[in-house]
Nanobody
């Protein structure tokens, strides 16, 4: 059973930056596409970003392109989400997820098997 634990969320002001971390258990982290999603109150879970197994290919949701950067360190079993120039509309619970597929173009919830508990990001204006 894979466990994913996110950290790094918090209350920030618009324009500031945050880095979210997600640490995975188990020895096969480097064999899986990893992704980040977010869910704001009253909204469906939204795809944010995904990264290939080796970290050489990434995908982003349209609403976050240019401000969010996903990366990974397979030696540390960790995937990161750097968020710059935060906006109030970025307020949400952010989840990391692990996919069983090998294609980085994984932007649907059903394509991911394991999920973290989420970390809250709140952006004040």
């Amino acid at each position: 059973q894979v466990q994913l634990v996110e950290s790094g969320g918090g209350l920030v002001q618009a324009g500031e930056s945050l880095r979210l971390d997600c640490v995975a258990s188990g020895p096969t982290f480097g064999s899986h596409v990893m992704g980040w999603f977010r869910q704001a109150p009253g909204n469906k879970r939204e795809f944010v970003a995904s990264i290939s197994r080796k970290g050489d290919n990434t995908r982003y949701g349209e609403s976050v392109k240019g401000r969010f950067t996903i990366s990974r360190d397979n030696a540390r079993n960790t995937v990161y989400l750097q968020i710059n120039n935060l906006k109030p509309e970025d307020t949400a619970v952010y989840y990391c997820a692990q996919s069983r597929f090998s294609d980085v173009a994984m932007n649907q919830e059903f394509q991911y098997d394991y999920w973290g508990q989420g970390t809250q990001v709140t952006v004040s204006s």
